[in-house]
């Protein structure tokens, strides 16, 4: 069982950043592909960046490309979310979630695929 953790949300201006991160309990971080997902009231929960195990496959969903680059740090078991040039439709609840793979290269963007979720964090801009 993987426990993940995230970080770093709040509230914040329009045009400032954050930058959340997703501490996994995980000893082989290195075989899970990452995502972040966001939920705002009332909409379904969307994912707004994944990566593969390597890192070296990302993507962005075009509401936040540009703005939002995903990372992670397998050394310290650790996937981040940098969010600059935050907006007020960019508030909701984010998830930061975890699929185990054995072979692939490849990041994964369906809620459905993943195996392990976060609790999730806050993170409210203001106009």
């Known amino acids: 069982q993987v426990q993940l953790a995230e970080s770093g949300g709040g509230l914040v201006q329009a045009g400032g950043s954050l930058r959340l991160s997703c501490a996994a309990s995980?000893?082989?971080?290195?075989?899970?592909?990452m995502g972040w997902f966001r939920q705002a009231p009332g909409k379904e929960r969307e994912c707004v960046a994944a990566?593969?195990?390597?890192?070296?496959?990302?993507y962005y969903a075009d509401s936040v490309k540009g703005r939002f680059t995903i990372s992670r740090d397998n050394a310290k078991n650790t996937a981040y979310l940098q969010m600059n040039s935050l907006k007020p439709e960019d508030t909701a609840v984010y998830y930061c979630?975890?699929?185990?793979?054995?072979?692939?290269?490849?990041?994964?963007?369906?809620?459905?695929?993943?195996?392990?979720w976060g609790q999730g964090t806050q993170v409210t801009v203001s106009s």
């Open positions: 979630a975890a699929k185990r793979i054995v072979f692939s290269t490849s990041y994964y963007t369906g809620f459905n695929e993943y195996d392990y």
């Open positions: 995980a000893r082989t971080f290195s075989t899970y592909a």
């Open positions: 990566m593969s195990r390597s890192g070296g496959s990302t």
